[in-house]
């Protein structure tokens, strides 16, 4: 019929049912959640992993994720904390924590701006360190590292490839070729074009470091999946420069001055 009716049986009832009914279990509510991370990229099974609470390891993670591919980049690999239910918490102010983090903090501007844009960074996303080559050896460190819920392991495909881009002539992934230096990636990119600085930068793929390869010899290494950047030389009009040399002029003068009242002041 076109009546709902709702009808309280006990487990042991041997009740009879009919076309279309509904069985509804219920059961005492015990607070208990899945918890559970997420694994990305080069794993045989990627997708969602259920855990334990504080007790499961990444090992066992990336075990019943099927383990890591042969094309996995562990030197790229990064185990992330999403940062969200901190921001989330009605006990945590993102104004209140940047102020204490900056009150006894001695910073010119410019590193001001910078500690900003990093601060940035730890509230969208706290990566834990973790060395991937490792996790799979169940004495290191690395392995014993506990996984939380919501936390996401990315694997990420071995990049053959270095990076070159700014002011160069194809910008564009170049083909990795080990113990080459810079100049040969800028080549292999069409050199420079007309607009470029001499200062050229290598960004390194794991860590976002970087290296000002134009003036440190050969006291750095480029890998897989690293970038390669050239700055534009900024064109500067004729009133820059007398602006700059106005400025130059008048703190030259008042030290002049300066100068010349002391010795005038010495000389009586």
């Known amino acids: 019929g076109l009546k709902e009716k709702i009808i309280k049986v006990s487990i042991n009832d ?33 997708g969602i992993i259920f855990i334990t609470q504080d007790r499961t390891t990444i090992e066992q993670v990336i075990k019943q994720a099927g383990g890591f591919k042969p094309a996995a980049d562990l030197r790229r ?7 969200q239910k901190v921001l989330n918490s009605p006990l945590f102010s993102q104004k209140l924590d940047f102020l204490l983090m900056e009150r006894m903090a001695d910073l010119p501007p410019q590193d001001s701006l910078t500690f900003l844009g990093d601060n940035e960074l730890r509230y969208d996303r706290a990566n834990i360190s973790v060395n991937f080559a490792e996790v799979m050896d169940d004495t290191s460190q690395s392995s014993k590292v506990i996984v939380k819920d919501g ?27 080990k113990g080459k230096n810079y100049n040969y990636y800028l080549q292999e990119a069409g050199g420079l074009g007309k607009t470029a600085k001499s200062d050229i930068y290598l960004i390194k793929g794991k860590s976002r470091s970087w290296i000002e390869v134009s003036n440190s010899g050969t006291g750095y290494t480029i890998k897989p999946g690293d970038f390669i950047w050239v700055p534009k030389e900024i064109r500067r009009d004729f009133d820059y420069y007398l602006e700059r040399f106005a400025r130059i002029s ?14 005038q002041f010495t000389k009586k």
């Open 151 to 177: 936390d996401v392991i990315y694997v990420p495909e071995k990049l053959d490839l270095v990076y070159v881009y700014g002011q160069v002539m194809r910008p564009g992934y170049i083909k990795y070729s």
């Open 250 to 263: 008048a703190v030259v003068s008042a030290v002049a001055t300066v100068i010349l009242l002391f010795h």
């Open 77 to 83: 690999a990064e185990l992330i904390r999403p940062t």
């Open 14 to 46: 041997n009740i009879l049912l009919k076309r279309a009914d509904r069985i509804k279990v219920l059961a005492n509510e015990t607070g208990r959640k899945q918890y559970k991370a997420t694994v990305r990229g080069e794993v045989y099974r990627p």
